[in-house]
């Protein structure tokens, strides 16, 4: 990631900077001890969510009961499997305990200028889910695909499909989050939703340059590093 913070550090508390990272165990080798692992880094930091696959909710909840908060991945990593199913994952892990969900856009319908057809996909996913309690919709539109164009015309979609946020990248396809990326997403949102930044963020400052530059949530599988280096910045280590 390419980034340079300029801000304060003192201007962010270890509990502000915590309660933005979404802790994230989508490793398709995961075990139920890495799993423990990432409950446990979660509890000790105070971290917004563990985001996680579907498949790994039961088993977490089992271990942490509702001690934290969970997101869970909707048509993940590549975002072209269909509405149905889609829906069918948002509301199963909402029924499941999950308080958010990440879904992918569907690039190749987006790709292939087939506007309506996105935003009809994103909106009913958006609106199953809040039925169901989902508190936050987030959406993964994979900048790294993408041209300054075709990002601006995604967050108009995301945003007028009546998502929460958009969200740079997966982390699956190469690249990753960018100050410059982030904050073209922050204009062209105009707060009328949020940016999460997601991909290859492994270190405080690289997190601190992108929440300068307009993210409000970080998305890392990297949160326990983060947080280390961040309190070793502020002396509190």
């Known amino acids: 990631m390419k980034g340079f913070y300029s801000g304060r550090i ?28 990432y409950i446990n880094d979660v509890r000790e930091h105070g971290f917004k969510l563990l985001m996680l696959p579907l498949s790994l909710l039961d088993k977490a909840l089992e271990i942490a009961g509702r001690t934290i908060k969970y997101g869970v991945v909707v048509g993940f990593p590549l975002g072209n499997t269909s509405t149905k199913v889609k829906v069918f994952e948002a509301v199963e892990a909402a029924s499941s305990g999950a308080s958010e969900v990440d879904m ?15 935003l009809e996909d994103i909106s009913t996913v958006v609106a199953e889910a809040k039925k169901k309690g989902v508190e936050s919709v987030k959406v993964i ?15 108009e979609l995301v945003s007028s499909a009546g998502a929460d946020f958009v969200k740079t990248n997966t982390g699956f396809l190469g690249g990753g989050a960018t100050v410059h990326d982030v904050a073209l997403l922050y204009r062209a949102s105009q707060g009328r939703i949020k940016v999460k930044a997601s991909g290859g963020i492994r270190h405080a400052l690289d997190a601190l340059a992108l929440i300068e530059a307009g993210a409000s949530r970080i998305g890392t599988s990297s949160g326990d590093k983060l947080m280390k280096e961040f309190l070793e910045l502020t002396g509190e280590a």
């Open 141 to 155: 539109i994979e900048t790294t695909l993408l041209d300054d164009s075709e990002k601006i015309k995604a967050v």
């Open 104 to 118: 992918v856009m569907n690039i190749s319908l987006f790709k292939s200028r087939e506007y309506a057809r996105v």
């Open 10 to 37: 003192e201007s962010i508390t270890p509990t502000e900077f915590a309660s933005m990272i979404d802790h994230t165990l989508l490793k398709p080798d995961a075990d139920y001890k890495i799993l423990e692992k």
